[in-house]
């Protein structure tokens, strides 16, 4: 299982005090924020792409890199990073090939029928959200995607004027960073 040879390799990691190389402080050297996507092919190209080393920055990763909410958790994470951690500039970071390209609400709730959610727990969040079903979708372009989420983040009441906020997309292959405007 997974979970126990992670287990066990820490436990090794922790004996030989692999740790010692990745030592930083709490508050980001650089004083940045990252928001990008939680793909699995940016775990190591993106902080090699941007020249960041461990404790340069925050880096905040969900699906599709996006803020689907002013009050979500990825806000509310920029928003503690500016606040109590020194943090004065903002990335937001789409890529190529995203899986949440294209991806549809109905697609989305069907793999969940087929894996096992009832009708019921998805009326539930019906109810609760909603938006639920726009909620569940993605988007149709990475570069309008990067953009509204910096548009959102730019006029966040909460978000002070002086905290600069910049959008780019990173190639997968390359990592070239291309700036969105």
């Known amino acids: 299982m997974v979970i126990d040879e992670i287990l066990q ?35 190591e190209l993106l902080p090699a792409a941007l020249g960041l080393r461990n404790g340069d920055a925050k880096i905040i990763k969900n699906a599709g890199g996006v803020i689907a909410d002013p009050f979500g958790s990825a806000m509310r994470s920029l928003l503690i990073a500016v606040h109590t951690l020194g943090v004065e500039s903002i ?60 548009g959102i983040i730019r006029r966040h009441p909460l978000i002070p004027l002086a905290v600069q906020v910049h959008g780019c997309v990173i190639d997968v292959v390359t990592g070239e960073l291309k700036p969105v405007v």
């Open 91 to 150: 990335l937001v970071i789409g890529h190529t090939d995203c899986g949440v390209q294209g991806l549809d609400s109905a697609a989305v709730m069907k793999k969940m029928r087929d894996n096992g959610i009832s009708e019921t727990a998805i009326q539930m969040m019906r109810d609760c959200r909603p938006d639920f079903d726009q909620w569940l979708c993605g988007f149709h372009s990475v570069e309008a995607s990067v953009e509204n989420s910096v």
């Open 9 to 43: 390799y820490n436990q090794q990691f922790v004996k030989r005090k692999a740790y010692e190389q990745y030592a930083a402080g709490k508050y980001p050297s650089r004083k940045l924020a990252v928001l990008s996507c939680m793909d699995t092919r940016l775990t």
